[in-house]
């Protein structure tokens, strides 16, 4: 059961964190990709993203960490695993797409990372209040 509540309590903290990003940086994002965005946002497939992202991020930084109780190793896995997830999105857009900007797959891939390690903490700390 403690399991249940580390997945929803970091999903929480994921949708908050990212929230805050997406609220903040939805100007930039449609000066520079406005034109293959849709008018209004697929809330079905964003939430998929959102639940195995988080899934993600629990399988491979947090719980490792944890089992170590090493919150560096957390930070570290949980950095890699956001880059990686961002990469292999931004990157294939940029190898794909033809108005696909530069600056966006770096700001993105950096935001990944910032996420996924700023999820990883608190999923972390959540797995030791709960005594996973």
Same mark, same amino acid.
């Given at each position: ?14 949708f ?40 993600g ?24 695993f ?6 292999t999105?931004d ?9 696909w900007?530069?600056? !966006?797959? !770096? ?14 903490i ?11």
């Amino acid at each position: 059961m403690n399991y249940i509540y580390l997945y929803l309590l970091t999903t929480v903290v994921f949708f908050a964190i990212d929230f805050l990003w997406l609220k903040f940086s939805a100007p930039n994002y449609s000066k520079k990709i406005g034109h293959l965005m849709a008018p209004k946002p697929k809330l079905f497939p964003a939430l998929i993203f959102y639940l195995i992202f988080v899934g993600g991020v629990i399988i491979f930084a947090v719980l490792p960490g944890y089992e170590s109780q090493n919150l560096w190793k957390t930070i570290m896995l949980g950095a890699l695993f956001g880059m990686l997830s961002y990469s292999t999105y931004d990157l294939t857009n940029l190898a794909t797409l033809k108005s696909w900007p530069v600056s !966006i797959t !770096i700001i993105d891939i950096i935001w990944g990372t910032t996420v996924s390690v700023l999820t990883s903490i608190a999923g972390y700390y959540i797995a030791t209040m709960l005594n996973i």
